[in-house]
């Protein structure tokens, strides 16, 4: 299995927690306060990604960081998107120059 599985399979789990018992998963209690709850948490988890480079403590950074990609992919699931749709994107953008790529967005 690649990695790309994983989060494939997490896309799933998460996909299917937002229709649990609230009181049974964090993803659905988390998805039942709305949009606003879940930005608030990628924004919390971003910004200890920042701390925990700063700091210099890479063990933490790939925590933090973890902590981060799993709220987004929270954030894309209550949207009705897929970590499959974000591959897609990066796979379209690969080989071109970032300055490139901006520009093509208008």
Do not use: N
């Not at 988890?45 to 890479?58: H, I, P, V």
Request: charged letters at 30%.
């Amino acid at each position: 299995m690649s990695d790309a599985d994983i989060l494939a399979r997490l896309g799933a789990v998460i996909a299917e927690r937002l229709k649990a018992d609230p009181g049974s998963s964090y993803v659905a209690s988390l998805s039942k306060k709305g949009q606003d709850a879940i930005l608030k948490k990628v924004a919390e988890e971003a910004a200890e990604t920042l701390l925990a480079s700063k700091d210099g403590d890479k063990l933490h950074l790939i925590r933090e960081t973890a902590d981060l990609w799993f709220h987004c992919m929270v954030l894309l699931a209550w949207h009705g998107a897929h970590p499959d749709d974000v591959l897609a994107e990066l796979a379209r953008r690969e080989g071109t120059s970032g300055i490139e790529e901006k520009k093509s967005r208008g």
